[in-house]
């Protein structure tokens, strides 16, 4: 059974910095391209950030102006979320999420981690 | 990039079928086959209904079903059921500095 669970959520004040992971299980995660999807409270759904299965190609919403910096370690089976200068706006549920393997959509999804951002 | 938009809002009674659409640009939907639908339920995390505009992953019921014309995707639920009611997302690859663009939402209710 395929498994992402995401942790590091927490609250921060502006300006400040956090680090999500998610440990991902019951698939071979360098065989997938994985994301970063977040959701504020209240509102739609907005795409962060994807890494390729071998970390070769990264990118990012250019509404974060680069803020943020993805990674994974697919010995660890592991996806990261570096968020830095992180503003009020940042506060949401943020989700990670797995590519399809040969498509372009998000097939499974983790529980989400919610960052808060205040003072 | 901007959001796909999406009705904010749509309803039906049991057992009728409703339509959601989604109109992005030459861009994003027109531009490509990977138009996606994501059911979200309060305080759940979104499930993948719909992939390649009209392709239904494994367990998802054959009361959903997707379509594309030019710029705007569809999302159609025949046969409407209370466990239907939630919010409905689409996604579109870009391919661009964005590469992926999500709708706006829509809120199902089942009347």
């Known amino acids: 059974e395929v498994q992402l669970v995401e942790s590091g959520g927490g609250l921060v004040k502006p300006g400040g910095t956090l680090r999500l992971s998610c440990a991902a299980s019951?698939?071979?995660?360098?065989?997938?391209?994985m994301n970063w999807v977040r959701q504020a409270p209240g509102k739609g759904l907005e795409w962060v950030s994807s890494i390729s299965r071998s970390s070769r190609y990264i990118y990012y919403a250019d509404s974060l102006k680069g803020r943020f910096i993805t990674s994974r370690d697919n010995a660890k089976n592991s996806l990261y979320l570096q968020m830095n200068s992180l503003t009020v706006e940042d506060t949401a549920v943020y989700y990670c999420?797995?590519?399809?393997?040969?498509?372009?959509?998000?097939?499974?999804w983790g529980q989400g981690t919610l960052v808060t951002v205040s003072s | 990039q901007s959001a796909l938009t999406q009705p904010a809002s749509v309803s039906g009674s049991p057992g009728q079928w409703i339509t959601i659409s989604c109109t992005g640009t030459?861009?994003?939907?027109?531009?490509?086959?990977?138009v996606s639908w994501y059911q979200q339920h309060p305080g759940k995390a979104p499930k993948l209904m719909i992939y390649?505009?009209?392709k239904r992953p494994s367990g998802v019921s054959t009361r959903f079903s997707g379509s594309k014309s030019g710029n705007t995707a569809s999302l159609t639920i025949s046969g409407l059921q209370v466990e239907d009611e939630a919010d409905y997302y689409c996604c579109s690859y870009a391919g661009g500095s964005d590469l992926y663009v999500f709708g706006t939402g829509t809120k199902v209710t089942v009347l």
């Open positions: 030459s861009s994003d939907v027109g531009g490509y086959d990977y």
């Open positions: 999420t797995r590519t399809n393997a040969g498509g372009e959509d998000f097939d499974y």
């Open positions: 390649d505009v009209s």
């Open positions: 019951g698939f071979t995660f360098s065989s997938n391209s």
